[in-house]
């Protein structure tokens, strides 16, 4: 369970999990598996799945939490390549802070002892170009950024 | 908050602002060394100047570049919102495989 050390600024997560790849692929596209797993808790719960597994094709989630509106998450696959790679975009609907905003999402699936490790990328501009500025990744360069920041330092 | 993560997904963009993160400098100081055409680098200033990165002040004839952090903040908040987001899943994906394994015996 570990986060990749340079992730200032790139959304970056990567862990193990003790079961075999297609097993784990199969969670992130199965509705019935996404539906238990994408809502965490008791309170807030996923339903509402539809997925179009192909390159192309939809999905949309739904969360349902108590006493507040529907979320909706929504997007279209880019890469469906079972068992190593998904990868498709994500956009919130109203009423969520950054609904419309088109954003990138990459999971990958790899073999590693113990299981497989999934890392996950979540690309926040999402043009074809930028993508590939992003996969040859970001190396730490923002960490002063963050420092900045903490210190209040104008 | 799309022109600050396009601003800063060009790598070039990125090390002229560690630069002016370090201190103000001059356009001339900013882009020492590196290997892009003068004009290249007027569109690297104006894509970030766009995003609010940097703001610039002129001293006479030269043009002092300044960081300005405030989008940044912006965009390290979305960062962790969905850092934590995703956090949460990946427990709920361990908790999820752990039972569909249990109630396969």
Sequence with gaps: MTDTAADTLQLELQRVFAHPRERVFDAWTRPEALAAWMGPTEAIRAESVCVDLREGGHYRIEFVEAGEPRKRVEGTYLTVRRPERLMFTWVWAPPFPDAGVETTVIVDFSEVPGGTRVHLRHLRFATPAVCELHLAGWNGTLDKFARRLEHGLP | ?105
């Design chain 2, 1 to 105: 908050m799309d022109k600050t993560f396009f601003a800063l997904s060009h790598p070039v963009r990125r090390t002229l602002l560690e630069r002016l993160a370090a201190s103000d400098l001059s356009v001339g100081e900013a882009a020492r060394g590196l290997a892009e055409s003068p004009s290249q680098i007027t569109k690297h200033l104006r894509i970030l100047e766009q995003a609010g990165l940097l703001a610039r002040h002129r001293e006479g004839r030269v043009h002092r570049l300044h960081f300005e952090p405030a989008p940044l903040a912006e965009a390290f908040d979305w960062v962790a919102r969905h850092r934590d987001f995703w956090r949460t899943r990946f427990d709920a994906l361990d908790a999820y495989l752990n039972r569909m394994e249990a109630t396969d015996d």
